[in-house]
């Protein structure tokens, strides 16, 4: 599932942020092998975004994909805002000019609250727009601190076809140094999908690593791979390099 690897990316980048204000530049590039006759997916993104304190940031991006021999690019912007001592408001949206695979435009927010000293409770909704359907999607998540690892577990649902599909997440992470961590994660259950063209609600079940390991101040390195089977259609196993520049 691109959107776990994705998410758990994420989320060990924010929770390993500068204590001084810091802009990073990221490139990435991901290769995915399908099953059957189709052809590898490649996705190369380029994004940079700026911390101004621990939990104030904002960034942009832009990503261009080849799936099911159709080229696209998407464009991607975020922001993440304090609004209490404990209570933290995210923002994004993304488009694509062409919206033959991805969604034409998508917006979702999430809230994140720590209700005690490392537990942290997260919820989030989102509506993307493709060519042939609405996707409205809802996130719980429940996260716990201990020592240099975290554990979250999550439930999403998606709404579309005048259908609900859920699916569920476990993810755990080791930061082994301030700035530096990996993690793991497992899913399963229904997601929307858009195969060759045609949005559809599929079973799902993956598995990922990622990780991000910083050699000094300035440079760091991001990985991930993951292994999705999307219902009778493919499997797909993915590795995705990237390289950031901090300043």
Same mark, same amino acid.
């Given at each position: 599932?691109?959107?776990?690897?994705?998410?758990?990316?994420?989320?060990?980048?924010?929770?390993?942020?500068?204590?001084?204000?810091?802009?990073?530049?990221?490139?990435?590039?991901?290769?995915?092998?399908?099953?059957?006759?189709?052809?590898?997916?490649?996705?190369?993104?380029?994004?940079?975004?700026?911390?101004?304190?621990?939990?104030?940031?904002?960034?942009?991006?832009?990503?261009?994909?080849?799936?099911?021999?159709?080229?696209?690019?998407?464009?991607?912007?975020?922001?993440?805002?304090?609004?209490?001592?404990?209570?933290?408001?995210?923002?994004? &949206?993304?488009? #694509?000019?062409?919206?033959?695979?991805? @969604?034409? =435009? %998508?917006? *979702?927010? $999430?809230?994140?609250?720590?209700?005690?000293?490392?537990?942290?409770?997260?919820?989030?909704?989102?509506?993307?727009?493709?060519?042939?359907?609405?996707?409205?999607?809802?996130?719980?998540?429940?996260?716990?601190?201990? &020592?240099?690892? #975290?554990?979250?577990?999550?439930?999403? @649902?998606? =709404? %579309?076809? *005048?259908? $609900?599909?859920?699916?569920?997440?476990?993810?755990?992470?080791?930061?082994?140094?301030?700035?530096?961590?990996?993690?793991?994660?497992?899913?399963?259950?229904?997601?929307?999908?858009?195969?060759?063209?045609?949005?559809?609600?599929?079973?799902?079940?993956?598995?990922?690593?990622?990780?991000?390991?910083?050699?000094?101040?300035?440079?760091?390195?991001?990985?991930?791979?993951?292994?999705?089977?999307?219902?009778?259609?493919?499997?797909?196993?993915?590795?995705?390099?990237?390289?950031?520049?901090?300043?």
């Amino acid at each position: 599932m691109k959107a776990a690897t994705l998410a758990t990316l994420a989320a060990l980048a924010c929770s390993a942020l500068p204590a001084a204000a810091q802009t990073t530049i990221g490139i990435n590039h991901g290769i995915d092998h399908l099953s059957g006759p189709a052809a590898n997916w490649h996705e190369t993104s380029l994004s940079v975004r700026h911390q101004a304190a621990p939990r104030l940031g904002f960034g942009a991006g832009v990503t261009r994909i080849e799936r099911f021999g159709i080229g696209e690019t998407q464009f991607s912007a975020g922001a993440d805002m304090p609004l209490s001592g404990r209570l933290t408001a995210s923002v994004d &949206g993304n488009f #694509s000019s062409e919206h033959r695979i991805l @969604a034409r =435009r %998508a917006l *979702g927010a $999430t809230l994140q609250y720590e209700f005690a000293k490392g537990w942290l409770v997260h919820g989030g909704g989102r509506s993307s727009s493709y060519n042939d359907v609405h996707v409205n999607q809802s996130l719980l998540m429940l996260e716990r601190y201990v &020592g240099s690892y #975290s554990f979250s577990g999550a439930w999403r @649902a998606a =709404r %579309a076809f *005048g259908t $609900t599909a859920h699916s569920a997440e476990l993810r755990g992470s080791y930061y082994y140094n301030d700035r530096s961590a990996v993690g793991l994660s497992v899913a399963v259950g229904k997601e929307a999908a858009n195969i060759a063209g045609t949005t559809r609600l599929t079973s799902v079940q993956s598995a990922a690593l990622v990780g991000r390991h910083w050699f000094d101040q300035r440079w760091a390195v991001t990985y991930a791979l993951a292994s999705t089977r999307q219902g009778d259609f493919y499997v797909r196993n993915g590795v995705n390099l990237g390289l950031q520049a901090a300043f």
